[in-house]
């Protein structure tokens, strides 16, 4: 297959939400028993944490019903059945056992995401979370759990609040069913997502967070403010809104739109915090949300703090500057790898956060390798292509969208892995 070719594919599949951002995984052994490979892991992830302070632990749920929203970049299967949900569960168990053997020092925050941790019925997460109970958490500390309003009832949140959890994280994406019907995803009435809330409020949990996306088709500006005047309504105490990654409109579109939130949440008086900035993610507090807790403000956003010990399949985890890819088939093997493999991988998740571009010097003084000298073909039939621009100390990406953005970051993939997992090249 040629350059050019090669870049197609990767574009189809990305297009086609086959591919999704570079994933990231700690995994597991077939047999059930955590890798060496993980445990060596997370011992060094302790290390790195005692140097910075503050450790996180992330769970991944891979699962949701139904249907996959066509803008959604996490790792999630809706091809699944109670087997596999209970497999999955006890495999979390097994991981958290192994991780429990470990350590003991209290956490930072804890957090359940996915995928759609609700696809759980209440009493079935409740058998997930449980164990998790015994962590310690920092006072400060957050226990969050993800849950989309068309599977989550206050049953779920019932659930979770026995099991110590402190913050729920609603996805609602939008309110209008024309565009969620665009976007593949299921409707969610507001007086469930109300209900939902003010149950939670009830439990005192620290805090109840909507999630919305910007970018979306049909979006016009009465949406947007109706969106946030919604969020109030339904008694949120903070609401993210995301710029859509992979979103084929243009950059000022989404400023556009963040910037009609923005104002309509300054009307209210609901102050704009800091999000995850490689996620896009901007975070409104309402007044009555607390400010003072640890904030582990999305799943995504460990690449650059080295303090996640992620659970699960294609949950973040961590050994500096290296996150780890497989799917629910192949963890294994991916912790078989090459070295030459997970340094390719690294090189797309660095690219993918650090807005295309990878600082040579960085590279080489955290890897121990030239960047231009491991990816000398890669990069030179991206220069062919005019997609590369480059000096002493920089290698930038120049893509015309963010679809070519993400397929070009998958450029530097192992075309062997692509032609396992998804049959092309
Ligand atoms: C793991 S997801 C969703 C949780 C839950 N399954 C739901 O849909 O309600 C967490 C949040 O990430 C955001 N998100 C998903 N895909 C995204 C993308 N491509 N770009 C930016 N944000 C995204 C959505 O707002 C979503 O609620
Ligand atoms: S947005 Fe939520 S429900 Fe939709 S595919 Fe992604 S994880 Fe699943």
New binding site residues.
Partial sequence: MTAFERLAVYRRLVESNKA??PPFSFGECKDGRVCDEVLEGWKHAREATRLRGGRSIYVHVPF?RERR?S????S?SVDYNEIDLKRYRDRILREFGAWQEMFSEPIRNFYV??????VYSASQLAVLLSPFSRLEVEPLGERTC?????TATTDHIAAIAKCGFNRI?????SFDPKVTRAVN?EFSEKAHVRQLCEYARALSFVDVNL???LGLPFVAEDNLRDAVQAVRECGALSA?F??????TVPRRRLEWELAIVCDEMDKCGWEFVSGAQN???HLFFSPERRKDTFRFV???NCIDNEQVIGLGTHAHGFRPSISYSCDSENTYKMWCMSQEMQLKMAAANILYHHDNVIDKRSFASAFGLEFSDLFRDEISALHGMNMVEEDETEFRLVCKDNIESIAAQKFFWDASYLKRQYGVG
Avoid: I, K, N
């Fill in positions: 999704c951002v949701c929203c803008f959604c970049m996490y999630s995401g996915g995928g759609t941790p609700s993800e849950m989309s309003p068309s994280s609603l996805g609602v994406q995803r999630d919305f996306m993210s995301y710029y859509w990654r992979q979103a996620t896009e993610h999305t799943s995504s």
